[in-house]
């Protein structure tokens, strides 16, 4: 069995963590005492408790970063090109987006913090888009 690369390791807990945390979000429109039908979704957003519409944000936030930075990681691979750079990009990515989503829904990650931490899960994957360019 050949060596199975952190960043591939860490990039499925990522995508482990892009499809659960849909979850939130449900249970808080499906516990919402102002529309006890929960037909219409995801309907007016707005009129959701603040923690719930936070909870969509933070998975589509997730989903905007993560499927070019899973590209990446993969493209990265493909090419033989991890290093000490792509490893902790990789880990650094991963907790950015743990702790983004986690301060998002509960709104402990207000201004400035929030954006701070969206934009260094950004710079990794610029890092990451960087290593494809490097391993070339």
Do not use: K
């Not at 860490?10 to 039908?37: E, K």
């Not at 493209?75 to 650094?92: K, N």
């Amino acid at each position: 069995m050949t060596d199975f690369p952190t960043e591939l390791g860490v990039l499925t807990c990522l995508m482990i963590l892009a499809a659960s945390l849909w979850i939130p979000y449900i249970i808080g429109v499906n516990t919402d005492p102002a529309d006890p039908d929960n037909f219409t979704r995801p309907g007016d957003l707005t009129a959701l408790r603040p923690w719930v519409h936070r909870a969509y944000r933070a998975h589509l936030n997730l989903l905007e970063q993560g499927i070019p930075f899973a590209i990446l990681v993969l493209l990265v691979d493909r090419m033989d090109g991890f290093t000490a750079l792509t490893y902790w990009t990789a880990i650094a990515f991963f907790w950015l987006r743990v702790a983004h989503a986690a301060g998002m829904i509960t709104g402990v990650a207000r201004m400035p913090l929030r954006p701070i931490v969206f934009t260094a899960g950004w710079i990794c994957v610029l890092i990451m888009g960087y290593a494809v360019f490097a391993a070339a």
